[in-house]
């Protein structure tokens, strides 16, 4: 069974930073792509980053209003993925979800299959 | 910078039937944008219902389809139970970023 658990969410300060972590288990971690995906208190889904899987490539994709300050990465050795979020605005505040990304060839799929249960940031003083 | 358009809201009988609809903001949805569609309801994490368009999630029910409908991706709902009273949302892929709709809020009463 697919299970995606995330951790590290915290109250932080703006501009501040923080890491959160996404550990996963049932799959063959390093043959995924994986995604994080936001929701703001009261609000819809937001696409935040997305991280190839390392045989192809490992390549990185964000989401405009997060370039430059977060930044997504693996640990295969700990099927563990992770989110570095960096100079930390009162609108990053959000529960941020794990999210296994299919990117299939035959059939041609592009989508989360997997969903983790979240973990929340605030961004506050 | 592209927008994609849900009904905010939408309601629906008992065993009715209902088509919500995704939209770009400018030209049209194809199957080259691999529409996919969410349900969330208060609280829980989202869960996959549609991928490809079209193609059901692993547990699925039946009564749940996707196509594409005139310029639009749409989920389709036959025969709505009251546990389909949820949040909906399509993610289109444009290139290097994925982008959600806004969701639509389903009522079955």
């Known amino acids: 069974e697919v299970q995606l658990l995330e951790s590290g969410g915290a109250v932080v300060q703006p501009g501040g930073s923080l890491r959160v972590s996404c550990v996963a288990s049932?799959?063959?971690?390093?043959?995924?792509?994986m995604s994080w995906v936001r929701q703001a208190p009261g609000k819809g889904l937001e696409w935040v980053s997305t991280?190839?899987?390392?045989?192809?490539?490992?390549?990185?994709f964000y989401a405009d209003s997060v370039k430059g300050r977060f930044t997504i990465s693996r640990d295969n050795s700990k099927n563990t993925l992770y989110l570095q979020m960096n100079s930390l605005r009162a609108e990053d505040t959000a529960v941020y979800y794990c999210?296994?990304?299919?990117?299939?060839?035959?059939?041609?799929?592009?989508?989360?299959?997997?969903w983790g249960q979240g973990t929340l940031v605030t961004v506050s003083s | 910078q592209t927008v994609v358009t849900q009904e905010p809201s939408f309601s629906v009988s008992p065993g009715g039937t209902v088509t919500l609809t995704c939209a770009l903001s400018?030209?049209?949805?194809?199957?080259?944008?691999?529409p996919s569609w969410y349900q969330q309801t208060p609280g829980q994490a989202p869960r996959t219902l549609i991928y490809?368009?079209?193609t059901r999630s692993s547990g699925v029910p039946n009564r749940f389809s996707g196509s594409i409908l005139g310029n639009k991706a749409a989920l389709t709902i036959t025969g709505a139970q009251a546990d389909d009273e949820s949040d909906y949302y399509c993610?289109?892929?444009?290139?290097?970023?994925?982008?959600f709709g806004g969701g639509t809020k389903l009522t079955v009463l």
């Open positions: 991280l190839s899987a390392s045989s192809s490539g490992g390549d990185t």
């Open positions: 999210a296994r990304f299919v990117v299939g060839i035959i059939p041609p799929a592009i989508y989360f299959d997997h």
């Open positions: 993610v289109l892929y444009m290139g290097s970023a994925l982008v």
């Open positions: 049932g799959f063959t971690f390093s043959n995924h792509a």
């Open positions: 400018s030209g049209s949805v194809s199957t080259s944008h691999y």
């Open positions: 490809s368009t079209n």
